[in-house]
Antibody, heavy 122, light 106 residues
């Protein structure tokens, strides 16, 4: 059974860089054709897709965040990571990692990590 | 880019049937997926594609699609179905989420 677990600092100062890691267990991060994804949720608000990295390394990002986001894959550690630069209070949210499965006309996310709260504050 | 629109809140009497809808241009091309989120918990996939339920999801949940609209139907709603529900779809090489629907079971 595939499981995902987010990790990283819970507090980041404004203008600095947020870095999170998602560790995948129960399956190889390089097997199959999946999109390893990051999704966030500010308190009391809806879900926002941040971006994804394919098993073979290609990436796609939310256009509204693209200039600040990098998602990378570390196959040796079975991890993928999120880097978000120049953060502001608006980036305060629970950050989830999830595995995206896709066909030509749909994508679905399963499973999800439990989420990690990141607060941007001085 | 496209948007997905959901009613902010819907209520249903215990044991009755409720339909939660999601509208958007992307749904003309792509099938949606649906997620249930309870307070303090991560979202859980409950439906994807035309009418595909992941293993372990109750058969009370069903899906349908028509044009620009996709729907999640809960037949015989139970107290444990009270949650926020989000639709999502592809939008070219991106992914979009609806704003979510808060379902209250009365």
């Amino acid at each position: 059974q595939v499981q995902l677990q987010e990790s990283g600092p819970g507090l980041v100062k404004p203008s600095q860089t947020l870095s999170l890691t998602c560790t995948v267990s129960g399956a190889s991060i390089t097997s199959g054709s999946y999109y390893w994804s990051w999704i966030r949720q500010p308190a009391g608000k809806g879900l926002e897709w941040i971006g994804r990295i394919h098993t073979r390394g290609s990436t796609d990002y939310n256009p509204s965040l693209k200039s600040r986001v990098i998602i990378s894959l570390d196959t040796s550690k079975s991890q993928f990571s999120l880097t978000l630069s120049s953060v502001t209070a608006a980036d305060t949210a629970v950050y989830y990692c999830a595995r995206g499965d896709t066909t030509v006309n749909m994508i679905w996310f399963h499973p999800w990590g439990q989420g990690t709260l990141v607060t941007v504050s001085s | 880019s496209s948007e997905l629109t959901q009613d902010p809140a819907v209520s249903v009497a215990l044991g009755e049937t409720v339909r939660i809808t999601c509208q958007g241009d992307s749904l003309r091309i792509y099938f949606a997926s649906w997620y249930q989120q309870k307070p303090g918990q991560a979202p859980v996939l409950v439906m994807y594609g035309k009418n595909n339920r992941p293993s372990g999801i109750s058969d009370r949940f069903s899906g349908s699609n028509s044009g620009y609209t996709t729907s999640l139907t809960i037949t015989g709603a139970q107290a444990e179905d009270e949650a926020d529900y989000y639709c999502s779809s592809r939008d070219s090489n991106h992914v979009i989420f609806g704003g979510g629907t808060k379902l209250t079971v009365l």
